[in-house]
């Protein structure tokens, strides 16, 4: 018998993937967004977290045996706009998804993408420490079965907001509309560490299986990459030019390498070295744009 997994937020960057790897592995899929799916081997269910009863009824309808949860607001500044919305959508929305378990389903073994960025130097950071300490505190109090995942910069084909993907996208517009023009970036030397897209879903996969429940799990590549060596690996993959605009005088702080020992010792590892997820990145834009 096939095993059911829900998967919120299906429509994102990360949700597109996560669909469609579970389905390949032979998972029934229900994908629930705000917006219907089409192109993805999965059942669609149309909703947004905040309303509750919706949520429910889903739970109670389909009661999964997995889910993963990747729905909410994802942007920096965007928080700064609209913080309540941000609290809202990534807490509220969170708090409806765990009631909704503990209802329905209390044995769904249930994985919450937090961020990196989790903390408090920013309302979005906010929202996902809220988010973290409520599913430490419901699967405490109520004996659910949930794990939370930290992945660092996710990258991969498809479109995201990140800088990988903009380059990626830019680049294709100096080849069709031959825009020479500098780019602008904060500083070369500012550092991130990368992931590809579909090593973090494969993660989240062993952790519905082996996680240990009310563990936090950080999941990243190890290694920090510097803005200028992604440049570098674009170049090689271009004929143009690329020229740069620094904004700062001086790299920001240097962010920590994400602790993945935890996840390791399940028996994970990445697949996608950064090189390859730069160019089939660069080879989805070619072919959608």
């Not at 913080?83 to 994985?111: D, F, M, Q, W």
């Not at 929202?127 to 973290?132: I, N, V």
């Not at 602008?184 to 519905?208: G, K, P, T, W």
């Not at 570098?232 to 920001?252: C, G, R, S, V």
Request: aromatic content about 8%; glycine content about 6%.
């Amino acid at each position: 018998m096939k095993k059911r997994i829900v998967i919120t937020g299906a429509a994102g960057f990360t949700g597109i993937h996560a669909c469609q790897h579970f389905a390949d592995k032979g998972y029934e899929v229900i994908g629930i967004s705000r917006s219907y799916l089409s192109n993805i081997k999965v059942r669609s269910v149309t909703c947004d977290l905040l309303d509750k009863e919706k949520v429910n009824e889903i739970f109670k309808t389909y009661k999964p045996d997995f889910c993963l949860h990747l729905a909410g607001e994802n942007s920096v500044p965007r928080s700064w706009d609209h913080p309540a919305s941000t609290i809202e959508a990534n807490v509220l929305g969170t708090l409806y998804l765990l009631e909704a378990i503990r209802k329905a389903v209390p044995s769904c073994r249930t994985v919450i993408v937090s961020s990196a960025l989790s903390g408090t130097d920013h309302p979005y950071g906010v929202s996902k420490k809220y988010q973290e300490d409520l599913v430490r505190d419901w699967a405490h109090l109520f004996d659910l079965q949930l794990m939370v995942a930290k992945p660092c910069n996710l990258i991969g084909p498809g479109r995201s907001p990140g800088f990988v993907s903009f380059l990626a996208n830019r680049i294709i517009q100096m080849e069709k509309f031959e825009d020479k023009s500098a780019i602008s970036i904060s500083h070369l030397e500012n550092e991130r560490e990368f992931l590809d897209v579909r090593d973090a879903i494969s993660a989240y996969e062993i952790l519905m299986k082996l996680g240990s429940i009310n563990m936090t799990y950080e999941i990243g590549s190890g290694k920090m990459t510097t803005l200028q060596e992604v440049a570098n690996i674009f170049q090689t993959q271009t004929k143009e030019k690329l020229t740069f605009i620094e904004t700062n005088t001086a790299p920001d702080k240097r962010p920590h390498v994400m602790n993945s020992k935890l996840i390791q010792e399940l028996y994970w590892q990445k697949s996608y070295p950064i090189e390859i997820s730069i160019k089939q990145i660069l080879s989805y834009y070619k072919s959608n744009s």
